[in-house]
T-cell receptor, first 114, second 111 residues
Framework: GAVVSQHPSWVICKSGTSVKIECRSLDFQATTMFWYRQFPKQSLMLMATSNEGSKATYEQGVEKDKFLINHASLTLSTLTVTSAHPEDSSFYIC??????????FGPGTRLTVL | SQQGEEDPQALSIQEGENATMNCSYK?????LQWYRQNSGRGLVHLILIRSNEREKHSGRLRVTLDTSKKSSSLLITASRAADTASYFCATHNQAGTALIFGKGTTLSVSS
C-alpha cells in the first residue's frame, strides 16, 4: 500500500517558537494533502486541505496565519505552527491522496509546547 | 465539523467476546470507512463499504451499512487483547475530498 511519512514523529518546543512538520508521500504523487489535529482522547479534526501549487483551504476556526501550510511538490507538504503556545500541543496527522475515495495517513507528529 | 457519531464511546469486553460499535452520519455518502488507532499512533484503515453495499466482511470484521437510517456498525468477532484501540468511522466532506471522522469508540479487551 501507499506510504506516507511524517517528520518529526515528536517535537518539544518552547512557547513562542515556530515548529515545522513535514508530510511526505513516499511512493506516489499526492495531488491533495490533508492536515488533521487530534487532542487527547478526542477524534481527528480536519484543519486544512492543500493541493499542490495552490493555497490551502482552511476549515472554519483554523487560523491560516498561525498554521502555515505549504504544498510545494506532489510528494511534500509542510505544516508550520507559528508562535506556538501550550494550547497548540496536540497530535498532528497528515494524509495524502492521489484520487477520490482514497487517503493514506501518516503516523502522526506529537507536538508539546512548554 | 464531525460527520459521524459513534456509540458507545467506550466498550470493555473479555477476550473471545464480540464487540459491536455503531456509527451514525448526517449527510448522504458514497462510502463509509472504518479506521483503528492504537494509543498515540497513526490510523490503520480497516474497511470501506460503499453506499450500494449492505454488508462487508474482512477476516474477523463485519461492517453493515443502512443508508436509510444513515448508520453503520462494525462487529469484531472473537476479540483479542490486540484489538484494544480506538475505532473511528469516517465519511467524506461535502466537497468529497477530505475524510471527516466520528468521535470514536475506545475498545478495551482484557485477557
Amino acid at each position: 500500500g501507499a506510504v506516507v511519512s511524517q517528520h518529526p514523529s515528536w517535537v518539544i518546543c518552547k512557547s513562542g517558537t515556530s515548529v515545522k512538520i513535514e508530510c511526505r508521500s513516499l511512493d506516489f504523487q499526492a495531488t491533495t494533502m490533508f492536515w488533521y489535529r487530534q487532542f487527547p482522547k478526542q477524534s481527528l479534526m480536519l484543519m486544512a486541505t492543500s493541493n499542490e501549487g495552490s493555497k490551502a483551504t482552511y476549515e472554519q476556526g483554523v487560523e491560516k496565519d498561525k498554521f502555515l501550510i505549504n504544498h510545494a511538490s506532489l510528494t511534500l507538504s509542510t505544516l508550520t505552527v507559528t508562535s506556538a503556545h501550550p494550547e497548540d500541543s496536540s497530535f498532528y496527522i497528515c494524509s495524502a491522496s492521489d484520487r477520490v475515495d482514497e487517503q493514506f495517513f501518516g503516523p502522526g507528529t506529537r507536538l508539546t509546547v512548554l | 465539523s464531525q460527520q459521524g457519531e459513534e456509540d458507545p464511546q467506550a466498550l470493555s469486553i473479555q477476550e473471545g467476546e464480540n464487540a459491536t460499535m455503531n456509527c451514525s452520519y448526517k449527510t448522504s455518502i458514497n462510502n463509509l470507512q472504518w479506521y483503528r488507532q492504537n494509543s498515540g499512533r497513526g490510523l490503520v484503515h480497516l474497511i470501506l463499504i460503499r453506499s450500494n453495499e449492505r454488508e462487508k466482511h474482512s477476516g474477523r470484521l463485519r461492517v453493515t451499512l443502512d443508508t436509510s437510517k444513515k448508520s453503520s456498525s462494525l462487529l469484531i468477532t472473537a476479540s483479542r487483547a490486540a484489538d484494544t484501540a480506538s475505532y473511528f468511522c469516517a465519511t467524506h466532506n461535502q466537497a468529497g475530498t477530505a475524510l471527516i471522522f466520528g468521535k470514536g469508540t475506545t475498545l478495551s479487551v482484557s485477557s
